[in-house]
């Protein structure tokens, strides 16, 4: 096996026991890339002389008898929302086409001091604004398991490029389901965190209430090695939960006997495809055999969530995209005539459709009148939303459901129906805002190939219990193990 194929756990040990360096690693991942990516169009940016330059780093620091950290030496991809010192951070857009950033996003200085490697920006939906990598302002992110479908969103790129071995693990965020769904549709382990529980600092704000980094991987254990990196308090986001971080690896030991799911009936209407009914129940009955116990729950107000969080989203999207005006940074248009006129033709250009849409639904909720008939009865709902979690979570350890109402869809397919798109992340969105962490993970293939997850949901901050299960039912399986050809140097 190529050693672009490994896990990180694996590659961890490999490079503990001295079989393998990081230079070597690092080599490998670039060569994948340069390979596969005109096919895939994960990533925006690749740099090479900086990768290998933290990969030499990373070797002389454990050859100097350093106890590094278990991401050390290994090439990572960030989503290109994560502010990275020195590196141009674009979030897809052609409004931040040209900028670099002073500083680095928490997740990523905790990375550097690890000695991790960055093997490049991954592509995303702009500004992290939709469900399909359709929405990028530079090019799409194809699905590595039949490139004629999107590879999800708005992490796509980050879902990509871990199922392409494009790079050993990646960070992505989750606003409304924008890391699990991915994950989902490429066949990769999508974990997004309580919301608190990795700093929020450096991450572009598209919803601050919503919006959580966490990661994509090839493994459940490396979601747990990953996780483990980037979590924790950080006084520079007052969003940020000053808890203590576990061993999540440790916590992944216990048998999941008696542990008891709940199955939402809400999750699993007549609207949920066959194929993805059928491998969720079958992900069900893996959990019967291991001697967990399964219950029906209800969680009445799902049918509510996605208005509820196309209000919330929308309008936090207004307040914090108003920044981009022109002045302080970003693009700018050479041809205005006055300020007024700058403003306008600034974000008229430099926004793509749907990041305009959503700007103007979220100032219309906003706006003198309807603020109370929208924004706040939304807030209002969210928190009913919350309560139906905490009722299942008072008789359940965990909640079980599919990812997604459907495999990866055709490029194309949904780009000229909104509702549609958006309709594709209603079994991710209630947990964005609850705030609750949860995990999707390889359970089968539809009938055309293409992957389909399973998501389990969990109570805050009991990540450790969310991948303890995730992992049991992961070495219960193979789904995980399996990869997609790709013709390397195919176009």
């Keep these: 096996m190529e050693l672009y194929a490994h896990t990180l756990s694996a590659l961890r040990q490999q490079l503990e026991q001295g079989e393998v360096t990081s230079v070597e690693i690092t080599r490998s991942v670039l060569e994948r890339i340069a390979a596969v990516d005109d096919r895939i169009g994960a990533y925006l940016l690749v740099d090479e002389p900086a990768a290998l330059a933290q990969a030499e780093a990373a070797d002389a620091r454990r050859a100097g008898g350093e106890n590094l950290s278990p991401a050390a030496g290994i090439p990572l991809g960030l989503k290109d929302l994560l502010s990275t010192k020195g590196m141009i951070t674009t979030c897809a857009s ?75 693990a990646a960070l992505g965020s989750d606003t409304g389901g924008s890391i699990r769904q991915p994950a989902a549709f490429c066949g990769v382990v999508g974990l997004k965190p309580t919301y608190g529980r990795v700093s929020r600092y450096g991450l572009v704000a598209f919803a601050s209430s919503l919006d959580q980094i966490g990661t994509l991987t090839k493994s459940v254990a490396d979601a747990g090695l990953l996780l483990g990196e980037i979590a924790g308090h950080d006084p520079r986001d007052s969003t940020s939960a000053n808890l203590p971080v576990p061993d999540y690896l440790a916590a992944m030991e216990p048998e999941v006997k008696d542990l008891k799911i709940g199955i939402p009936r809400e999750y699993f209407s007549a609207d949920i495809h066959a194929d993805v009914r059928d491998a969720v129940q079958q992900a069900i009955e893996v959990f019967t055999g291991l001697g967990a116990e399964i219950e029906e729950v209800s969680l009445p107000h799902t049918e509510y969530a996605v208005a509820t969080y196309y209000l919330v989203a929308t309008a936090e999207a207004s307040s914090n995209l108003a920044r981009y005006d022109g002045v302080k940074y970003g693009y700018r248009v050479p041809d205005a005539d006055g300020l007024i006129d700058m403003y306008r033709k600034t974000r008229a250009r430099g926004f793509g459709p749907e990041v305009k849409r959503r ?99 969990a109570r805050p901050f009991a990540e450790d219990c969310l991948l303890q299960a995730a992992r049991h039912y992961e070495q219960a399986t193979d789904w995980h193990l399996k990869k997609p050809e790709i013709a390397e140097g195919e176009k």
Excluded: H
């Design 94 to 168: 052609r409004m931040l086409e040209n900028y670099v950033p002073a500083y680095d996003a928490t997740v990523v200085a905790r990375l550097r001091q690890a000695a991790a490697v960055f093997a490049g920006k991954l592509n995303m939906d702009e500004f992290a604004m939709g469900s399909s990598n359709e929405n990028s302002a530079f090019k799409l992110v194809r699905n590595p398991w039949d490139t004629e479908c999107v590879a999800g969103g708005s992490s796509g790129g980050s879902a990509a490029a871990v199922a392409a071995d494009e790079c050993i």
């Design 359 to 457: 700007i103007m639904l979220g100032t219309y909720a906003l706006s003198a009148g309807y603020y109370d008939a929208y924004y706040k009865k939304a807030q209002q709902v969210r928190t009913l939303i919350r309560q139906d979690f905490e009722q299942a979570f008072s008789r359940c350890d965990l909640l079980l459901s599919p990812v997604s109402p459907t495999p990866a869809f055709k490029i194309g397919e949904k780009v000229a129906d909104p509702l549609a798109m958006y309709l594709s992340d209603i079994l991710t969105i209630p947990v964005n805002l609850a705030g609750l962490p949860a995990i999707s993970v390889p359970c089968g293939f539809s009938r055309e190939g293409l992957p389909i997850g399973l998501q389990l949901i």
